[in-house]
């Protein structure tokens, strides 16, 4: 009897950490791919400099002349982004020269399902782990940023690839790992680097296990000021905001409101209106659409706001919610709220750690299973009509 439970037991796990992420990964593919059939080749930023870094340099030569957010020092082109999504560009490279970033975004974008899935697990049951990283894929912004797989969204994808990698170490104790996997996350969208404060107040108590992690994690610091230095000569200068002075004097109407400095506290409301409550637009002869400038998720995600009502318990909640503020700070004192995306593509900068905030307080009420496919239909709607609007 013991050996039947045993293997019962064993067949369960196996069940739900290699079977069931193998099927989320395998469906979520190919509705990816079959939605947008045909891959897309520009604006692959990350593309570019990914063969750059395996010919030896971090300047990008052949980049279009019609790329956005590029700049020239000492005669040569560099982007202003940091190189982490390259490095994770490189084995496709090698692969295939002639891939492009979209195709990569697609595939790792369903990896990420499988990932958030088992990440879930550690919180909450199979059933509402299965249900809640079906939403992640196809109920938030984060359906629009695989889909399109531009320079802008791939970012996002690949640092919640290194993320929850890094998490999912965490949480089997792997802390070196995760230190490893962490710093890649920054390496690829930089606000990520605040998201630290949840392993300092996990591990706070356990010395050990703090210092592991942070060898781990210091790998970010040599490989990011390094490139600034081979770049710009400076191991502090990143470009960002020579690209936003840029953006000031063209003219372009990047943002739906005013816009104030590069890092400035009075963008806050219009990154909150944005991020809570920015409606789609109607015209009467098109009817309803998605705004170029984003949508709130009480339109597209309202399953979010579960996270985000208080009290939070003490604990993972709490440590959660307090990461995910934290790394909202830079984005909504950013200059622009997003341009040309369906939602509010900044959120998936700390999605991650509302989505264990989600998963501890999720219930499959009819009303939470109803929010969940509103929020599945109106991303597929957005999809669609991005598509249809060439963005």
Not at 69 to 92: E, R
Not at 113 to 137: E, Q
Not at 311 to 320: D, P, Q, S, V, W
């Amino acid at each position: 009897n013991v050996k039947i439970v045993f293997m019962q037991f064993k067949f369960r796990k196996y069940f739900s950490h290699f079977i069931i992420p193998l099927f989320l990964f395998l469906g979520t593919f190919l509705i990816y791919k079959n939605i947008y059939s045909n891959p897309r080749n520009w604006y692959d930023h990350y593309l570019y400099l990914t063969k750059s870094i395996i010919q030896g340099r971090v300047d990008i030569p052949n980049l279009p002349s019609f790329y956005h957010d590029k700049l020239i020092f000492d005669d040569k082109t560099y982007i202003p982004f940091p190189p982490g999504a390259s490095f994770l560009l490189i084995p496709f490279v090698f692969l295939n020269e002639n891939i492009t970033q979209q195709q990569v975004s697609i595939f790792i974008g369903a990896i990420n399902i499988a990932l958030i899935y088992l990440l879930l697990l550690n919180f909450t049951t199979k059933k509402n782990s299965l249900l809640l990283s079906i939403f992640f894929g196809f109920g938030t912004s984060f359906f629009w940023s695989v889909i399109v797989g531009t320079t802008w969204f791939f970012a996002h994808v690949a640092a919640i690839f290194f993320l929850t990698i890094s998490l999912l170490f965490h949480f089997k104790q792997k802390h070196f790992w995760s230190g490893v996997f962490f710093a890649f996350s920054a390496l690829t969208r930089i606000p990520i680097i605040l998201s630290g404060i949840f392993y300092l107040m996990q591990l706070s108590k356990h010395k050990k296990k703090l210092v592991i992690f942070l060898t781990g994690a210091f790998i970010f610091i040599p490989i990011f000021l390094f490139y600034n230095f081979l770049r710009f000569g400076n191991i502090f200068e990143t470009g960002y905001e020579i690209i936003y002075k840029q953006y000031k004097s063209s003219g372009i109407k990047y943002s739906v409101g005013e816009n104030f400095g590069y890092f400035d506290y009075k963008n806050i409301p219009l990154h909150l209106y944005t991020f809570f409550v920015m409606p789609p637009v109607f015209t009467p002869l098109e009817g309803l659409k998605p705004s170029p400038f984003g949508i709130g998720i009480l339109f597209t995600s309202p399953l979010l706001f579960i996270a985000l009502k208080p009290k939070f318990k003490k604990g993972i909640e709490l440590e959660a919610i307090i990461t995910a503020v934290i790394c909202a700070i830079p984005s909504f004192l950013h200059y622009a709220q997003g341009w040309v995306q369906f939602g509010y593509r900044f959120v998936l900068d700390f999605i991650v750690f509302l989505m264990i905030v989600l998963a501890l307080r999720f219930r499959p009420s009819r009303f939470n299973l109803f929010l969940i496919l509103i929020s599945v239909i109106v991303n597929y709607w957005g999809v669609l009509w991005a598509i249809e609007l060439g963005w």
